[in-house]
């Protein structure tokens, strides 16, 4: 190999190395609001969320709390038909009023929408006003926010807002319809005092 060859290649493996430093700081720079890293984050979560699932279902007695895991476990690891349907039979087998009837109903309404089906998600949502409100109204705004329809969203906060003023039936969930109320600004046609 002749010297200017050794040079360049030289150049070549310098100029390499640079570039590939320079990416590795790049990543380091921006590693929590980076793509990658995002993906690993969310992947990493995941994983943890999944082992906590398979913990408890090893070690639940009651047999509906179990299978409502099983079903959580399913929607966790993108099989969205067979948690679609263990949801629905939870939900059918759990007394309506019972904090395991409302998330069955919620967490088969968020397998709707991760299985491409909207109309149905929606659906299970609208299922929950008689007995749920606040939850239903809420959950129907933030189905609204993520379709885009920002003023449906803002109709169905106030309304939750308004009748949380009554009966106080938002309770917890309160802080979070001022949030996302307060973060869609005043409504169409109206301009802020």
């Not at 933030?142 to 169905?156: D, P, V």
Request: net charge positive.
């Amino acid at each position: 190999m002749t010297a200017k060859a050794q040079r360049l290649l030289g150049v070549l493996a310098l100029s390499s190395c640079i570039g590939l430093a320079g990416v590795a700081a790049a990543t380091y720079v921006t590693w929590p609001v980076n793509t990658l890293g995002n993906y690993l984050h969310h992947r990493q979560t995941q994983q943890e969320i999944v082992r906590a699932l398979e913990r408890s279902i090893a070690r639940e007695p009651e047999l509906l709390t179990r299978e409502f895991y099983q079903a959580w476990l399913a929607e966790e690891k993108g099989d969205f038909t067979q948690a679609i349907q263990d949801f629905e039979s939870l939900r059918a087998r759990s007394r309506p009023g019972t904090d395991l009837h409302l998330h069955s109903s919620l967490h088969l309404a968020r397998a709707h929408g991760a299985n491409h089906d909207p109309e149905k998600e929606l659906a299970t949502y609208q299922a929950l006003m008689s007995r749920y409100p606040a939850v239903s109204l809420i959950s129907q705004a933030t189905f609204h926010l993520r379709q885009g329809e920002k003023e449906q969203a803002r109709l169905l906060l106030d309304k939750a807002l308004a009748q949380d003023a009554k009966d106080g039936s938002l309770g917890g969930d309160r802080k979070l319809a001022v949030m996302l109320r307060n973060g869609l600004g005043p409504a169409a046609g109206r301009s802020s005092p």
